[in-house]
T-cell receptor, first 113, second 110 residues
């Protein structure tokens, strides 16, 4: 099992550009979570899916953020347009059941200049 | 406010010493989990303890749970420099997902 796979590992982009982060969860897991981590705010849950359906997106900071899960093996988090304050490490995690152990990806470090 | 709150925020010890981190939570839970995060990496699951359990061991890790006090502790015995990381507790109080605390930064000095 390759674990949760995120890409890219690092992303540097200019303010105003569109950014797309990708995640492949563990096969068979039916929950997928997107988190953002910064020094100031710690680990924040942005959105999570169950069986590809968004369940709670109350953590998405603004309309500039959107997430999709077109199938059980792929999810994207898009920021359009990006701003410097979006700079953070974005993690994807998956689990079998929403409250069982989570497996996290290695994260995408986003820098918006 | 955070469901799980770790204490202390930071802990610095010498190699070979034991490290104890605490987690408090506010509402009833079915399980509590501990995770480790090495710098620049994702969180890694360490151990899960259910509400009907009082203590659980895994290698050098010992977790206790006191549901009457709504608290848990993580003990790392005979610490090593490689144990340097942030440690998070997470609870399932929300019912459908975990809620993570803000973490304890552990530094083990060689």
């Amino acid at each position: 099992d390759a674990g949760v796979i995120q890409s890219p590992r690092h992303e540097v982009t200019e303010m105003g550009q569109e950014v797309t982060l990708r995640c492949k969860p563990i096969s068979g897991h039916d929950y997928l979570f997107w988190y953002r981590q910064t020094m100031m705010r710690g680990l924040e849950l942005l959105i999570y899916f169950n069986n590809n359906v968004p369940i709670d997106d109350s953590g998405m900071p603004e309309d500039r953020f959107s997430a999709k899960m077109p199938n059980a093996s792929f999810s994207t988090l898009k920021i359009q347009p990006s701003e410097p304050r979006d700079s953070a490490v974005y993690f994807c995690a998956s689990s079998l059941l929403g409250v069982s152990r989570y497996t996290f990806g290695s994260g995408t470090r986003l820098t918006v200049v | 406010s955070q469901q799980g709150e770790e204490d202390p925020q930071a802990l610095s010890i010498q190699e070979g010493e034991n490290a104890t981190m605490n987690c408090s939570y506010k509402t009833s839970i079915n399980n509590l989990q501990w995770y480790r995060q090495n710098s620049g990496r994702g969180l890694v699951h360490l151990i899960l303890i259910r509400s009907n359990e009082r203590e659980k061991h895994s290698g050098r890790l010992r977790v206790t749970l006191d549901t009457s006090k709504k608290s848990s502790s993580l003990l790392i015995t005979a610490s090593r420099a490689a144990d340097t990381a942030s440690y998070f507790c997470a609870t399932d109080a929300s019912g459908s997902r975990l809620t993570f605390g803000e973490g304890t930064q552990l530094t083990v000095n060689p």
